[in-house]
């Protein structure tokens, strides 16, 4: 990873969207950072960035979720961190930490880097919607999004791993495997091959599954194999943890299945 010192432009974008979502009121007008949780715990979504009078639209990955001293967010194809002060209406970013993949959009990522890291930031909120300004003038334009509830949410299945190490679905199974917890205490979905049901039972941050109930399809090869590592998280208690649009289901045994949102298929149950 490159390591680089931000102004406080990019310190301020960090505490305001990188940590778990735990925001509260919203605020109005351009309060104050460090009296108005609004800016903290909240998921930003970049909507564009202007650097010298040129505007550009961000890519749809650019966000920024700010938190008491940490913050981190994506550039629009790099992740980054970084510390995090504020102070009244002032923000800024440290010490930032980014991740070093080739981009196609690299004017972009430029362009916000120089507007995170280009001196003091000051943040105005007006509803959902968020600028930091430089005292350049260069801005960022950023809209608060809020996180998917677990109930409802249609959760595909990307990656299963143990613990220590994740995986993600083979090719053949992609796309095939989902969860969705319903408002009736059950959950519903597909194991990769066969369909399934059980009772569910929403407590805190667990989740108690009763014994699988699923059809009796023939499964072969990678589909067979996710299965049986998914009916690991049934017949028993596991924890859960949200992220934005992700969830992290992890089994007693250690069995540790990833999923993300499924915005376009998510039902009401």
């Known amino acids: 990873m490159q390591t680089q010192r931000l102004t406080p432009t990019v310190m301020a974008l960090a505490a305001a969207g990188m940590l778990t ?21 909240v998921h930003w979504s970049v909507q564009s960035v202007t650097v010298n009078g040129k505007k550009q639209q961000a890519p749809g990955d650019a966000y920024v979720k700010i938190g008491k001293s940490k913050a981190e967010g994506n550039y629009g194809c790099n992740g980054f961190t970084a510390d995090v002060s ?44 968020m600028t930091l300004t430089t005292d350049k003038g260069d801005r960022v334009a950023l809209t608060s999004e809020p996180d998917v509830p677990l109930t409802g949410t249609k959760w595909d299945v990307n990656a299963i791993g143990d613990g220590r190490t994740t995986a993600s679905l083979p090719k053949e199974v992609a ?20 369909n399934v049901s059980a009772k569910a039972d929403v407590s805190g941050d667990s989740i108690t599954l009763g014994a699988p109930r ?19 998280l049934f017949d028993g208690k596991v924890s859960y943890e949200l992220s934005h649009r992700g969830l992290s289901l992890t089994a007693d045994d250690g069995t540790v299945v990833s999923a993300n949102a499924d915005l376009k298929q998510t039902k009401e149950r």
Not at 21 to 41: F, H, K, M, N, Y
Not at 175 to 191: E, I, P, Q, S, Y
Not at 216 to 222: I, L, N, S, V
Request: charged share 30%.
């Open 175 to 194: 796309g095939k495997a989902h969860l969705t917890f319903g408002k009736d205490g059950m959950v519903r979905g597909k194991l990769g091959c066969n």
């Open 86 to 129: 504020a102070d009244g209406d002032r923000v800024d970013f440290a010490n930032a930490i980014s991740t070093k993949r080739a981009c196609e959009k690299q004017d972009f990522e430029n362009a916000f880097k120089r507007a995170l890291g280009n001196g003091e930031l000051k943040a105005a909120v007006d509803g959902d919607s």
């Open 21 to 41: 979502a735990c925001g509260t009121e919203t605020g109005s007008g351009s309060g104050s950072v460090g009296s108005q949780p609004r800016l903290t715990g």
């Open 214 to 232: 699923s059809t009796r399809m023939m499964c072969e090869g990678a589909a067979a194999e996710t299965e049986k590592k998914l009916l690991k």
